[in-house]
Protein backbone atom coordinates (compact mmCIF):
# COMPACT_ATOMS: atom_id res chain seq x y z
CA UNK A 1 0.00 0.00 0.00
CA UNK A 2 0.68 3.44 -0.47
CA UNK A 3 2.86 5.37 2.13
CA UNK A 4 0.45 7.98 1.71
CA UNK A 5 -2.95 5.97 1.53
CA UNK A 6 -1.64 4.00 4.42
CA UNK A 7 -0.93 7.20 7.04
CA UNK A 8 -4.85 8.96 6.08
CA UNK A 9 -5.97 4.97 7.01
CA UNK A 10 -4.27 5.23 10.23
CA UNK A 11 -6.32 8.46 10.91
CA UNK A 12 -3.20 10.30 10.87
CA UNK A 13 -4.94 12.93 8.38
CA UNK A 14 -6.48 14.28 5.10
CA UNK A 15 -4.49 12.59 2.29
CA UNK A 16 -3.22 15.68 1.85
CA UNK A 17 -2.32 16.49 5.09
CA UNK A 18 0.07 12.90 5.19
CA UNK A 19 1.37 14.06 1.63
CA UNK A 20 2.46 17.76 3.15
CA UNK A 21 3.80 15.56 6.29
CA UNK A 22 5.89 13.20 4.36
CA UNK A 23 7.02 16.34 2.04
CA UNK A 24 8.08 17.79 5.07
CA UNK A 25 9.89 14.61 6.13
CA UNK A 26 8.25 14.11 9.26
CA UNK A 27 7.92 10.69 7.96
CA UNK A 28 10.02 7.61 8.40
CA UNK A 29 10.03 3.81 7.49
CA UNK A 30 12.37 1.32 9.58
CA UNK A 31 14.49 4.43 10.56
CA UNK A 32 15.02 6.25 7.51
CA UNK A 33 12.80 9.81 6.54
CA UNK A 34 11.04 8.89 3.09
CA UNK A 35 9.70 11.95 1.16
CA UNK A 36 7.81 9.72 -1.54
CA UNK A 37 4.03 10.03 -1.13
CA UNK A 38 4.06 7.22 -3.16
CA UNK A 39 6.73 4.78 -0.90
CA UNK A 40 5.41 1.49 -1.43
CA UNK A 41 4.96 -0.36 2.05
CA UNK A 42 4.61 -4.23 1.97
CA UNK A 43 2.90 -4.20 5.50
CA UNK A 44 5.82 -5.68 7.90
CA UNK A 45 7.72 -1.87 8.20
CA UNK A 46 7.98 0.25 11.22
CA UNK A 47 6.14 3.54 10.10
CA UNK A 48 6.32 6.74 12.47
CA UNK A 49 4.75 9.94 12.08
CA UNK A 50 6.06 13.33 13.99
CA UNK A 51 8.31 10.50 16.22
CA UNK A 52 5.13 8.26 17.05
CA UNK A 53 4.54 5.11 15.82
CA UNK A 54 1.44 4.36 13.23
CA UNK A 55 0.49 0.81 13.96
CA UNK A 56 -1.39 -0.99 11.63
CA UNK A 57 -5.10 -0.75 13.33
CA UNK A 58 -7.95 -3.01 11.67
CA UNK A 59 -10.98 -0.66 13.24
CA UNK A 60 -11.08 2.51 15.11
CA UNK A 61 -13.58 3.49 18.26
CA UNK A 62 -14.65 6.39 19.54
CA UNK A 63 -16.34 8.13 22.68
CA UNK A 64 -18.65 10.78 21.68
CA UNK A 65 -20.10 12.95 24.26
CA UNK A 66 -23.55 13.65 22.16
CA UNK A 67 -24.65 17.00 22.48
CA UNK A 68 -28.09 18.09 21.90
CA UNK A 69 -29.51 19.48 18.57
CA UNK A 70 -27.80 17.01 16.53
CA UNK A 71 -28.87 14.11 15.00
CA UNK A 72 -27.72 9.65 15.30
CA UNK A 73 -27.12 9.59 12.16
CA UNK A 74 -24.36 8.64 8.95
CA UNK A 75 -26.38 12.06 7.00
CA UNK A 76 -29.18 13.92 6.93
CA UNK A 77 -30.66 16.58 4.83
CA UNK A 78 -31.50 19.22 7.20
CA UNK A 79 -30.13 18.66 10.46
CA UNK A 80 -26.70 17.90 11.51
CA UNK A 81 -25.54 14.78 12.33
CA UNK A 82 -23.39 12.64 15.08
CA UNK A 83 -20.66 11.99 12.27
CA UNK A 84 -20.41 15.54 11.04
CA UNK A 85 -18.36 16.34 14.35
CA UNK A 86 -15.63 14.65 13.33
CA UNK A 87 -13.27 15.60 10.60
CA UNK A 88 -13.82 14.26 7.03
CA UNK A 89 -10.58 11.96 7.06
CA UNK A 90 -11.85 10.20 10.56
CA UNK A 91 -15.78 9.60 9.40
CA UNK A 92 -15.18 7.32 6.12
CA UNK A 93 -16.73 3.81 7.38
CA UNK A 94 -17.60 5.13 10.76
CA UNK A 95 -21.12 4.19 12.37
CA UNK A 96 -22.79 4.83 15.48
CA UNK A 97 -23.77 2.16 17.50
CA UNK A 98 -27.06 2.37 18.83
CA UNK A 99 -28.97 5.96 18.24
CA UNK A 100 -29.97 8.23 20.66
CA UNK A 101 -32.87 10.91 20.69
CA UNK A 102 -31.65 14.66 18.79
CA UNK A 103 -32.87 16.23 22.55
CA UNK A 104 -30.49 13.01 23.88
CA UNK A 105 -26.71 13.86 25.12
CA UNK A 106 -24.18 11.84 26.38
CA UNK A 107 -21.97 8.53 25.48
CA UNK A 108 -22.45 7.35 22.34
CA UNK A 109 -19.84 5.00 20.69
CA UNK A 110 -18.77 5.70 17.15
CA UNK A 111 -17.31 2.89 15.12
CA UNK A 112 -15.95 1.03 12.06
CA UNK A 113 -16.69 -2.62 13.59
CA UNK A 114 -19.56 -3.67 12.23
CA UNK A 115 -19.81 -6.97 14.29
CA UNK A 116 -19.64 -4.79 17.62
CA UNK A 117 -21.83 -2.63 16.93
CA UNK A 118 -24.39 -5.68 16.27
CA UNK A 119 -23.38 -7.28 19.17
CA UNK A 120 -24.22 -4.19 20.85
CA UNK A 121 -27.28 -3.74 19.81
CA UNK A 122 -28.72 -7.54 19.88
CA UNK A 123 -31.32 -7.71 22.23
CA UNK A 124 -29.66 -11.62 23.15
CA UNK A 125 -26.44 -9.52 24.06
CA UNK A 126 -28.56 -7.62 27.57
CA UNK A 127 -25.86 -5.14 27.74
CA UNK A 128 -26.77 -2.52 30.06
CA UNK A 129 -27.69 1.28 29.33
CA UNK A 130 -27.32 3.68 32.09
CA UNK A 131 -29.01 7.41 31.82
CA UNK A 132 -29.32 9.84 33.73
CA UNK A 133 -32.83 11.64 33.68
CA UNK A 134 -34.53 14.67 34.97
CA UNK A 135 -38.26 14.40 35.27
CA UNK A 136 -41.07 17.55 35.75
CA UNK A 137 -42.76 15.33 38.37
CA UNK A 138 -40.82 13.83 41.28
CA UNK A 139 -41.16 10.02 40.63
CA UNK A 140 -41.61 7.77 43.85
CA UNK A 141 -41.28 4.13 44.76
CA UNK A 142 -44.07 3.00 42.41
CA UNK A 143 -42.55 4.11 39.77
CA UNK A 144 -39.26 2.00 41.05
CA UNK A 145 -41.81 -0.88 41.41
CA UNK A 146 -43.73 -0.66 37.68
CA UNK A 147 -40.01 -0.73 36.74
CA UNK A 148 -38.79 -3.83 38.30
CA UNK A 149 -42.19 -5.62 36.99
CA UNK A 150 -41.47 -4.56 33.53
CA UNK A 151 -43.73 -2.20 32.15
CA UNK A 152 -45.88 -2.79 29.23
CA UNK A 153 -46.56 0.35 27.08
CA UNK A 154 -49.75 2.24 25.91
CA UNK A 155 -49.14 0.40 22.33
CA UNK A 156 -48.77 -3.06 24.18
CA UNK A 157 -44.70 -3.20 23.79
CA UNK A 158 -43.59 -5.29 26.65
CA UNK A 159 -41.05 -3.98 28.20
CA UNK A 160 -38.02 -5.99 30.58
CA UNK A 161 -37.14 -5.65 34.13
CA UNK A 162 -35.51 -1.86 34.46
CA UNK A 163 -33.65 -0.52 37.66
CA UNK A 164 -34.84 3.24 38.44
CA UNK A 165 -32.64 4.85 41.22
CA UNK A 166 -34.24 8.09 42.51
CA UNK A 167 -32.15 10.74 43.96
CA UNK A 168 -32.78 11.36 47.47
CA UNK A 169 -31.73 15.19 47.37
CA UNK A 170 -34.18 15.57 44.15
CA UNK A 171 -36.83 13.32 43.43
CA UNK A 172 -36.87 15.05 40.20
CA UNK A 173 -33.86 13.22 39.06
CA UNK A 174 -32.50 9.65 38.32
CA UNK A 175 -30.21 7.12 37.32
CA UNK A 176 -32.07 4.50 34.95
CA UNK A 177 -30.66 1.39 33.30
CA UNK A 178 -32.51 -0.73 30.59
CA UNK A 179 -31.11 -3.60 28.25
CA UNK A 180 -33.05 -2.09 25.42
CA UNK A 181 -32.73 0.16 23.17
CA UNK A 182 -36.68 0.90 21.55
CA UNK A 183 -37.90 3.79 20.31
CA UNK A 184 -38.12 6.86 22.82
CA UNK A 185 -38.07 4.22 25.33
CA UNK A 186 -37.03 5.65 27.93
CA UNK A 187 -39.27 8.63 27.46
CA UNK A 188 -42.14 6.53 26.60
CA UNK A 189 -41.66 4.44 30.29
CA UNK A 190 -41.65 7.73 32.04
CA UNK A 191 -44.97 8.90 29.52
CA UNK A 192 -46.59 6.05 30.99
CA UNK A 193 -46.49 6.92 34.22
CA UNK A 194 -47.48 10.40 33.41
CA UNK A 195 -44.01 12.14 33.84
CA UNK A 196 -42.24 14.06 31.16
CA UNK A 197 -38.50 13.38 30.66
CA UNK A 198 -36.80 17.19 30.41
CA UNK A 199 -33.55 16.18 30.14
CA UNK A 200 -31.66 12.72 28.87
CA UNK A 201 -28.00 11.84 29.09
CA UNK A 202 -26.70 8.40 28.67
CA UNK A 203 -23.88 7.46 31.01
CA UNK A 204 -22.40 4.16 29.91
CA UNK A 205 -23.14 0.90 27.82
CA UNK A 206 -21.73 -2.18 29.49
CA UNK A 207 -18.41 -1.68 30.89
CA UNK A 208 -18.06 1.27 28.85
CA UNK A 209 -18.58 4.83 30.84
CA UNK A 210 -18.54 8.48 29.35
CA UNK A 211 -15.12 9.99 30.31
CA UNK A 212 -16.33 12.81 32.36
CA UNK A 213 -13.66 14.96 30.81
CA UNK A 214 -15.58 15.49 27.44
CA UNK A 215 -17.32 18.03 26.79
CA UNK A 216 -20.65 17.84 24.55
CA UNK A 217 -19.51 18.00 21.16
CA UNK A 218 -16.09 16.06 22.28
CA UNK A 219 -14.87 12.64 20.99
CA UNK A 220 -11.86 10.72 21.76
CA UNK A 221 -10.45 7.28 20.76
CA UNK A 222 -11.26 4.52 23.36
CA UNK A 223 -8.23 3.38 25.38
CA UNK A 224 -6.98 -0.56 24.62
CA UNK A 225 -8.38 -1.18 28.03
CA UNK A 226 -11.83 0.09 27.01
CA UNK A 227 -11.83 -1.82 23.72
CA UNK A 228 -10.82 -4.82 24.81
CA UNK A 229 -13.84 -4.70 27.68
CA UNK A 230 -16.32 -4.32 24.89
CA UNK A 231 -15.22 -6.95 23.05
CA UNK A 232 -14.66 -9.89 26.00
N1 LIG B 1 -34.65 6.52 25.61
C1 LIG B 1 -35.18 7.63 25.07
O1 LIG B 1 -36.36 7.92 25.27
N2 LIG B 1 -34.39 8.42 24.32
C2 LIG B 1 -33.08 8.17 24.09
O2 LIG B 1 -32.40 8.95 23.41
C3 LIG B 1 -32.54 7.01 24.66
C4 LIG B 1 -33.34 6.20 25.41
Redesign the pocket.
Given at each position: MRLDKYLANMHIGSRSEVKELIRKGLVSVNGNTVRDPGFSLSGSENVTAKGQAVEYREHFYYMLNKPAGVVTATEDKRDQTVLDLFPEEIRRGLIPAGR??KD?VGLLLITDDGDLVHRLLSPAHHVDKR?LLHTDIAMDKTDIEAFRAGLTLQDGTELKEALLEISEADPCKAVITIREGKY?????MLASRGKQ?IY?KRLSIGPLALDPQLKEGEYRELTEAEISSLLN
Open positions: LDTYHQIKRVL
